[in-house]
């Protein structure tokens, strides 16, 4: 046992996580944020942390922490690129706590791809529409000698 007391042994709870494994201790358990959020997945610490038995020390440094590891995670997706990421997801190589956050990112450049997708299929029918109006300018100057010879023919 240690340094550690009956007491704070008896106290000390080990969760196994996607993460490794965790012990908590009565007091303080400095984490890292992938630490925090793999633990926030374990149901029964869930439970724990809802009732008021786990919290956070200041919300405010685990929002940023979370803020910067989403978009640590985030750009990494845009690096890996969404092929790979969606098969990557689709095949669980992320861990519990990043599939939540993949799952959005991959929503999220769906969503982009179609808007993209429909503002070109808008530009094309643009172009589509212009070239009809020169082809028809074109008809319209090219009628234009012929109505010329007819007139200059009658009169």
């Given at each position: 046992?240690?340094d550690q007391?009956w007491?704070?042994?008896?106290a000390?709870?080990l969760?196994?996580t996607?993460e490794?494994?965790?012990?908590?201790?009565d007091g303080?358990?400095?984490?890292?944020?992938r630490?925090?959020m793999?633990?926030?997945?374990?149901p029964?610490?869930?439970?724990?942390?809802?009732?008021?038995y786990?919290?956070?020390k200041d919300?405010?440094?685990?929002?940023?922490?979370?803020?910067e590891?989403?978009?640590?995670?985030f750009?990494?997706?845009?690096?890996?690129?969404?092929?790979?990421?969606?098969?990557k997801?689709e095949?669980?190589?992320?861990?519990?706590?990043e599939?939540?956050l993949?799952k959005?990112w991959?929503s999220?450049?769906?969503?982009a791809?179609i808007?993209?997708?429909?503002?070109r299929?808008?530009?094309?029918l643009?172009i589509?529409?212009?070239?009809?109006n020169?082809?028809?300018?074109s008809?319209?100057?090219?009628?234009v000698?012929i109505?010329?010879?007819?007139?200059?023919?009658?009169?």
């Amino acid at each position: 046992m240690g340094d550690q007391s009956w007491g704070e042994y008896a106290a000390a709870t080990l969760v196994k996580t996607s993460e490794g494994e965790i012990t908590i201790k009565d007091g303080e358990n400095p984490l890292d944020i992938r630490q925090w959020m793999a633990l926030k997945m374990q149901p029964g610490i869930l439970k724990r942390i809802k009732n008021g038995y786990i919290s956070v020390k200041d919300t405010s440094v685990e929002e940023e922490a979370i803020k910067e590891f989403k978009c640590s995670l985030f750009e990494q997706l845009k690096t890996e690129g969404y092929s790979l990421a969606q098969k990557k997801c689709e095949s669980s190589n992320y861990k519990d706590f990043e599939q939540a956050l993949v799952k959005q990112w991959l929503s999220k450049e769906e969503d982009a791809m179609i808007e993209s997708k429909a503002l070109r299929e808008v530009d094309s029918l643009g172009i589509a529409k212009s070239t009809k109006n020169i082809a028809l300018f074109s008809a319209v100057i090219a009628c234009v000698p012929i109505v010329i010879n007819l007139v200059d023919m009658i009169t």
